[in-house]
């Protein structure tokens, strides 16, 4: 009898125990979280990132993460108003070419969180290319790498006779004369393609880095101080490769040339597509579901971007965001601890298959290659590159003003690739930029 009153005045004791232990605890058992984390992003809705916060708030790793969507338009001012204020996110997505410009409102990812050689093996190239920094240190990790791409009007394409949209330029130049429709008060009613101007070319620049890229344009010296846009290796004909690519983008809107196929006064480029104004357009991935909003019966399709010829490396063009850790944060290691988990196997899947983008992770991508939609940009995810930019916004404009340049204002190559150059050279004295 006393043994029995024994025991039960321990297991009570047990028990109460037990109650205690988990009187602090969340669902599961787990611990609780005990540090507040806020990640601001633009553009992904709090949907997109619901499951992978609840599978990591859940998962007893001390911290508990609080998401905020911001407004595109004004997430950069938000974004610096608040660092400056010190209150800052703790987690934050830069655009892919503003590392140089953010890096020291960053800390970097401790070295023993991901090797150089894991980072080689998981994700794809580009994004050491973008991220891993001549320090060594990694300053923001992607969830998803969108890339450039064709597409093209499958009905125009067949009316015309041609079988299967072009791989390479050459092609596409030579497919302008079949696509593109004249009307009698010599207007273009339907383009072969949305090229050669910048202010109604979506993505303008971003087609004009893709051409120089593959064309072998150096942006700038091996200082990075300087930018050699207008120079290189001349060819016969005296043209540097800057020259050469500046022509070709041109063309499409020079009425005296043989691909002649659009100019200035044509609607913007996604509108023209939509409304079948156009057969071809260049674009990312998340491009495709704003086409079929405007038309869901548009008969279009996408394929990879033209490349210089068949037998040349693939080049293509990146465009995406990397979340990363402000230098304010008073809890930078578990801030990359869920970055890490965002970007593992499983949760990037979920996260991917919710924005429809192509996976940064190879082993995910892999899979997406066999995917009707993302496929083709899947694949090309893998030969994509970029440019280091000392000022996104402002070194985007140079663009467009050496675009509108050649195309509207009759200045030539040269002379608008050198004026392109010193407007860079003015800002890599106040933005410079860094070797990685």
């Known amino acids: 009898m006393k043994n029995n009153i024994q025991r039960k005045i321990i297991y009570a ?40 916060i609840s599978a990591y708030n859940s998962a007893g790793r001390g911290a508990q993460i609080v998401y905020t969507q911001k407004s ?6 938000d974004l610096l108003e608040a660092q400056a204020a010190g209150r800052g996110p703790d987690i934050y997505s830069i655009h892919n070419d503003w590392t140089p410009r953010y890096r020291d409102k960053i800390s970097p990812m ?23 920094m001549e320090d060594g240190k990694l300053y923001a990790l992607p969830g998803a790498v969108d890339v450039l791409g064709l597409y093209f009007n ?29 009307g009698s008060s010599a207007q273009i009613e339907q383009s072969a393609i949305a090229l050669g101007t910048s202010n109604n070319v979506n993505n303008a620049s971003d087609i004009l880095q893709l051409l120089m890229l593959q064309s072998g344009v150096s942006f700038y010296d091996s200082s990075l101080r300087s930018s050699t846009i207008s120079r290189g290796n001349t060819d016969q004909s005296g043209e540097t490769p800057g020259e050469r690519t500046l022509k070709f983008f041109a063309q499409f809107a020079d009425p005296t040339s043989r691909a002649y196929t659009w100019n200035a006064k044509l609607t913007n480029s996604i509108d023209a597509f939509a409304q079948s104004k156009t057969s071809m357009i260049l674009g990312f991935s998340h491009l495709m579901p ?11 399709a996408a ?33 990359w601890d869920f970055i890490l988990f965002a ?54 404009k140079v663009l467009h003003e050496l675009i509108n ?3 509207l204002n009759g200045i030539a190559p040269r002379s608008a690739l050198q004026e392109a150059e010193r407007q860079i050279n003015t800002l890599l004295n106040r933005y410079p930029l860094q070797p990685n």
């Open 343 to 396: 970007t593992n196997y499983q949760q990037n899947k979920k996260y991917t298959e919710t924005v429809r983008l192509p996976s940064s992770r190879r082993d995910v991508l892999a899979e997406q290659q066999r995917d009707s939609r993302l496929g083709v940009f899947a694949d090309n995810v893998l030969s994509a590159r970029s440019v280091a930019k000392p000022e996104a916004g402002q070194f985007e």
């Open 303 to 335: 394929t990879g971007a033209p490349q210089v010829s068949s037998d040349t490396t693939k080049v293509n063009y990146a465009s995406y965001w990397g979340e990363a850790v402000w230098s304010g944060s008073r809890y930078p290691n578990t801030a």
């Open 154 to 182: 499958r009905d125009h394409l067949a009316s015309a006779g041609i079988a299967r949209p072009p791989s390479t330029w050459p092609e596409l130049v030579n497919m302008v004369p079949l696509l593109t429709k004249v």
């Open 72 to 77: 595109s338009e004004s997430y950069e001012r």
């Open 405 to 407: 340049d050649v195309s």
């Open 290 to 300: 704003e086409i079929s909003a405007k038309d869901a019966f548009l008969n279009f």
């Open 13 to 52: 004791l047990l028990g109460a125990l037990a109650l205690f232990g988990t009187g602090l605890s969340c669902g599961g058992g787990q611990t609780a979280p005990t540090v507040t984390l806020n990640f601001w992003k633009p553009f992904d809705s709090s949907d997109k990132w619901s499951e992978i």
């Open 110 to 132: 401790p070295a023993e969180f991901l090797t150089l050689r894991e980072l080689q093996e998981v994700f794809v190239d580009v994004v050491a290319d973008d991220f891993l």
